[in-house]
């Protein structure tokens, strides 16, 4: 049985969602992140890096998340969850989940661990940071509602529902708390982050992670 290590209102919470809309049986294996779980030697086991999630399918274990949706995808085709192989949209599906993982995900890990990006207990250069992280996270999330815009679909891929809507939902929904302009203030973004979150997949993904309201 496929097991996900997960903790809540993280990335992990990307696949939650695609086990939840595939229906296939699997286990969550909750990692006690405030209290350093995943640091510990039996997950680094896992994942080296420390980082959430990590599935385990047998003798496969696979962590980065990016990594883990296209293995579900490619593993219970049934679902559909990304489109057809050798199409364009494949194309621009592989592209979107690049840029979710590589660029708004990235930059959104600046804001919310400034920190790391300053000298020990300069708290002064970690604000700085994070200033300029949220400022360059808006245009991005401008991105994310210029491409519903243009093709006007429910979904990110248009008609379909894909992948990519999980992830876009968990980015998305990180920036619920933000004190100027959160993605569900976007003409585009907020109506379709509405429709995600009314998927019952995604309520029992709530549910499961013993999460409240605002959810986006």
Same mark, same amino acid.
């Given at each position: 049985?496929?097991?996900?290590?997960?903790?809540?209102?993280?990335?992990?919470?990307?696949?939650?969602?695609?086990?939840?809309?595939?229906?296939?049986?699997?286990?969550?294996?909750?990692?006690?992140?405030?209290? *350093?779980?995943?640091?510990?030697?039996?997950?680094?086991?896992?994942?080296?890096? *420390?980082?959430?999630?990590?599935?385990?399918? *047998?003798?496969?274990?696979?962590?980065?998340?990016?990594?883990?949706?296209?293995?579900?995808?490619?593993?219970?085709?049934?679902?559909?969850?990304? !489109?057809?192989?050798?199409?364009?949209?494949?194309?621009?599906?592989?592209?979107?989940?690049?840029?979710?993982?590589?660029?708004?995900?990235?930059?959104?890990?600046?804001? /919310?661990? !400034?920190?790391?990006?300053?000298?020990?207990?300069?708290?002064?250069?970690?604000?700085?940071? $994070?200033?300029?992280?949220?400022?360059?996270?808006?245009?991005?999330?401008?991105?994310?509602?210029?491409?519903?815009?243009?093709?006007?679909?429910?979904?990110?891929?248009?008609?379909?529902?894909?992948?990519?809507?999980?992830?876009?939902?968990?980015?998305?929904?990180?920036?619920?708390? /933000?004190?100027?302009?959160?993605?569900?203030?976007?003409?585009?973004? *907020?109506?379709?982050?509405?429709?995600?979150?009314?998927?019952?997949?995604? $309520?029992?993904?709530?549910?499961?992670?013993?999460?409240?309201?605002?959810?986006?």
């Amino acid at each position: 049985m496929i097991q996900l290590h997960f903790a809540p209102s993280t990335a992990s919470m990307v696949p939650h969602i695609l086990l939840e809309e595939i229906g296939a049986p699997y286990e969550r294996v909750l990692v006690d992140k405030q209290n *350093g779980g995943h640091k510990t030697p039996a997950y680094l086991a896992l994942n080296p890096n *420390g980082l959430i999630p990590v599935l385990v399918e *047998g003798d496969l274990v696979l962590y980065e998340t990016a990594a883990i949706c296209l293995h579900l995808s490619d593993t219970h085709p049934e679902a559909r969850l990304m !489109p057809p192989m050798d199409t364009r949209d494949r194309a621009h599906a592989y592209k979107w989940l690049m840029w979710m993982t590589n660029t708004l995900q990235a930059t959104l890990i600046v804001y /919310f661990y !400034p920190e790391r990006w300053a000298d020990t207990g300069n708290t002064d250069v970690a604000a700085q940071v $994070q200033r300029n992280a949220q400022a360059r996270v808006g245009p991005l999330l401008d991105q994310l509602d210029a491409e519903l815009a243009r093709h006007g679909g429910p979904w990110f891929m248009g008609e379909a529902f894909t992948l990519l809507d999980a992830y876009v939902f968990t980015l998305c929904r990180w920036t619920r708390n /933000f004190p100027n302009a959160p993605a569900r203030d976007r003409a585009h973004l *907020g109506p379709y982050l509405r429709r995600v979150l009314e998927r019952p997949a995604v $309520q029992r993904v709530l549910a499961n992670e013993g999460l409240s309201a605002p959810f986006i």
